[in-house]
């Protein structure tokens, strides 16, 4: 936005031009899945999972936790980068090594 200047002008907004928005909820079928993850990102962690965190001793953080059992899992989980290790199921396991294989084809030239 560049040369921008402010104005009196005014507007109503009519409840008549807001569109309607259709409440959809998506029932996914979730899994149980266990993750580990490191200390640097224990804030989003205690954000994210707030009830079921365990810590061990080198403040590596557990969790259990139902997740959509889809790519919305496999993308989400992604987010956490080298940060977060699933240790079950093996197939959630076996996926996102498979996933993380894709993407390093991607950048070896």
């Known amino acids: 936005m560049k040369d921008w200047v402010i104005s009196a002008d005014t507007f109503t907004l009519e409840p008549s031009d807001i569109p309607k928005i259709k409440k959809e909820i998506q029932n996914y ?3 149980s899945v266990n993750l580990k993850f490191s200390p640097q990102v224990a804030f989003r962690v205690y954000d994210e999972f707030t009830d079921s965190v365990i810590t061990d001793s080198e403040h590596y953080l557990y969790v259990t936790a ?3 059992d889809n790519e919305i899992m496999y993308s ?3 987010t956490f980068g ?3 290790e699933v240790l079950a199921p093996k197939y959630v396991r076996t996926r996102i090594m498979e996933k993380l294989n894709l993407i390093l084809e991607k950048y070896k030239t």
Do not use: K
């Open 29 to 31: 079928n979730t899994v």
């Open 66 to 68: 139902a997740l959509p």
């Open 76 to 78: 989400y989980l992604l």
């Open 82 to 84: 080298d940060c977060v």
